[in-house]
Nanobody
Framework: QVQLVESGGGLVQAGGSLRLSCAASGLTFSTYAMGWFRQAPGKERDFVAAINYSGATTLYADSAKGRFAISRDNAKNTVYLQMNSLKPEDTAVYYC?????????????????WGQGTQVTVSS
């Protein structure tokens, strides 16, 4: 049974930073591409960042470029999202995603497994 468990969300002031973690179990983590998506109230789930199976390739949404960094530790079965210079519009539930295809992805159709989500709230 695949489990993706996010942590690290919370309340932060604009300009602050947070580091999200996603611990994976029940899958061969080092063969999966991993990603982060987010969903604000009343909006669709949007792509944020993805990383390929080895960590050599990353992909970012325009809104995340230059502020967010995705990384992974295959020895710990964990993927991270470092978020800097946070803005109120970054407020959302952030979801960890796993794709059995090893390359980076941005579409929800590529996601095979989702985490339960972690709330990030950025105050102005």
């Amino acid at each position: 049974q695949v489990q993706l468990v996010e942590s690290g969300g919370g309340l932060v002031q604009a300009g602050g930073s947070l580091r999200l973690s996603c611990a994976a179990s029940g899958l061969t983590f080092s063969t999966y591409a991993m990603g982060w998506f987010r969903q604000a109230p009343g909006k669709e789930r949007d792509f944020v960042a993805a990383i390929n199976y080895s960590g050599a390739t990353t992909l970012y949404a325009d809104s995340a470029k230059g502020r967010f960094a995705i990384s992974r530790d295959n020895a710990k079965n964990t993927v991270y999202l470092q978020m800097n210079s946070l803005k109120p519009e970054d407020t959302a539930v952030y979801y960890c995603a796993a794709s059995v295809a090893p390359g980076v992805f941005a579409a929800t159709s590529r996601v095979n497994h989702w985490g339960q989500g972690t709330q990030v709230t950025v105050s102005s």
